[in-house]
Structures are given as structure tokens and as C-alpha cells.
């Protein structure tokens, strides 16, 4: 068949690209009708090596802004411990804090900081995006609802942070915004390294028992 010429490899990018956002689109209404039925369960490890997991989350966020003006700053604590939780929800989570910021963003810059506190891991992520307001701030964590800026950009379900807000309680942490309209926003995500109740979800696989 020979090589493809530019126009055909636009043509393919183009149906690769939408083919992941509809699986996206997919799997986060998957997602929150398995939370909603009590049906979401967690696969918790208790040796996630959260160091390991933010280098795959970081290059899948740099994919997300390739084509935008923006910088993608990280600011990660050394010497991260180990964690007890999901360690593919846990990227799921900071994926969708990431895409979020990356889809409101259109320049400027985005930044995720990985911090240990004492038990707990404090992740943020920031963004120099049109910030939200006061009214919209609770909203946007109810299943398909948006804030006014959501729908302007059009797109998406409205899932997204809905369902990162219930996996974030589902690893006994707390998910919270800090946004003023026209100056950003930075989500912010504790996470405890261990826990009784973690230790109780232990799959026996995960767990060798």
C-alpha cells in the first residue's frame, strides 16, 4: 500500500482522535452508572509506586496540550512513598483533573504538584484557564451538569469530574476547588497512603492471599 502522504495521515489522525474521545465518552457513562448503582469497587494494591504512575500520567498530559501555547509544569516532591489504593483509578483521577484543565485552557500554563503530608498525598492541579464562578463551583461536580464555561467550550458529558469526585471518596480523600472568574482554577486532591479502611478493601489477589 506504500506510505501515507499528509493529507491521508491528517484524515487518520483525525478518525483516531475521535474514535478515543467516544470511547472516553463511553467509559465515563459506564463509570458513573456503576457509581450510582453501587456497583464501582476498587482494586486496591497496597505497593503502588505512585512515582512509576505519574510518569505515564504526565506523558499522556503533554499529549493533551501538544497543540496549544501552553507550558506544562509539574513540581513533584522526591522520594514519593509507596501507596496503598486503585493505582489505575488514582491516574484516572489525575487524568481528569488534567483534561479538564487542558480543555479550558488556551494558554498559558498548567501545573500539577505532587506533595507528601504526613499520611496523606496532596496532588493540585492548576490552571491559568477562565476560572469558574462562585455559583458553578458545586455544580460542576454533579453528573452531566456543566458551569456556563463548560458549555460554551461544547463537548463532553459533564462526567468528568463527577465521577473523579466519588473515586477520590472511595479512597478516603477529599477533592476541592479554589477558582476566581477570570483568574484560573487549581483542583486539589488528598489521598491517604494507607488506611484501615484501604486495607479492608484489599482484593485477595492484590493482597497474595
Do not use: C
Not at 458553578?136 to 458529558?157: H, V
Amino acid at each position: 500500500y506504500g506510505p501515507l502522504n499528509e493529507r491521508q495521515r491528517d484524515a487518520l489522525e483525525k478518525v483516531l482522535h475521535s474514535g478515543r474521545h467516544l470511547l472516553s465518552l463511553i467509559n465515563d457513562v459506564l463509570d458513573i452508572t456503576k457509581i450510582e448503582a453501587g456497583m464501582m469497587s476498587l482494586f486496591v494494591e497496597d505497593d503502588v509506586n505512585l512515582a512509576q504512575e505519574l510518569v505515564a500520567v504526565i506523558a499522556t498530559a503533554e499529549t493533551l496540550i501538544k497543540d496549544k501555547p501552553i507550558q506544562f509544569v509539574t513540581d513533584i516532591d522526591e522520594d514519593l512513598p509507596v501507596m496503598m489504593g486503585d493505582k489505575r483509578r488514582i491516574r484516572q483521577i489525575l487524568l481528569n483533573l488534567l483534561s479538564n484543565a487542558a480543555k479550558f485552557t488556551t494558554q498559558g500554563s498548567i501545573t500539577l504538584s505532587v506533595k507528601k503530608r504526613e499520611n496523606q498525598i496532596l496532588f493540585m492541579v492548576s490552571d491559568t484557564g477562565p476560572g469558574i464562578d462562585p455559583e458553578d463551583q458545586s455544580l460542576i461536580f454533579e453528573a452531566f451538569r456543566q458551569s456556563k464555561t463548560g458549555l460554551s467550550s461544547g463537548g463532553g458529558t459533564g462526567l468528568g469530574l463527577p465521577i473523579t469526585l466519588r473515586l477520590v471518596e472511595a479512597h478516603g480523600g477529599r477533592l476541592w476547588l479554589e477558582s476566581e472568574p477570570g483568574d484560573g482554577a487549581t483542583f486539589f486532591v488528598t489521598l491517604p497512603v494507607s488506611s484501615p479502611e484501604l486495607i479492608a478493601m484489599m482484593h485477595p489477589e492484590a493482597s497474595g492471599l
